[in-house]
């Protein structure tokens, strides 16, 4: 299938928007798929309930609530149950999922797939073959806690903030 990605926004700004709704309250079994006009997301509210939640995040909606959220900057959320891989981690979906898209982004990659497995995330997406920008190369990845902490340390080195540690 072949769609116009969005132009306006990177993944960096977007993904950080969808893991801060997903840390708004507890969230297991996340799956996030590009689609031709943002994400859908779908997430369960509990690991012992089969009903999961899905939620649509067209681009237009991302590029408002990038602009909303960055207004509420500086504001402490409560602090919440994150589920599964994310209790491990200080800050939960959004601190992973801004420093996701920034390699994304880097990466020129296209049709992100993100799911929440046994094992991390398995992170798939299309990028730009190295010889031939006209052509692309499906890659993937299982990244695990180690994996997770090296990218999360990178991000806040960029900001020139110490990272937390991760929860053991």
Do not use: C
């Not at 899905?54 to 900057?73: K, M």
């Amino acid at each position: 299938m072949e769609f116009e990605p969005r132009t306006e926004i990177g993944y960096e700004k977007g993904l950080r928007v969808i893991g801060r709704f997903l840390d708004s309250e507890p969230s297991y079994h996340v799956s996030v798929l590009e689609i031709a006009d943002g994400f859908a997301v779908r997430s369960h509210g509990s690991v012992d309930r089969a009903e999961g939640r899905s939620q649509h995040f067209p681009w237009e909606r991302l590029r408002d609530l990038v602009i909303f959220q960055a207004a509420g900057r500086g504001v402490r959320s409560r602090r919440r149950k994150l589920g599964e891989v994310w209790d491990k981690f200080p800050n939960g979906h959004e601190d992973f999922f801004r420093a996701l898209g920034h390699e994304l982004d880097a990466e020129q990659a296209r049709s992100l797939s993100l799911d929440e497995i046994p094992q991390g995330i398995a992170v798939s997406y299309m990028r730009p073959k190295d010889n031939d920008r006209g052509s692309f190369e499906k890659y993937h990845t299982v990244m695990g806690r180690d994996e997770i902490t090296t990218l999360l340390e990178a991000a806040q080195a960029r900001r020139g903030q110490s990272p937390e540690p991760a929860a053991v």
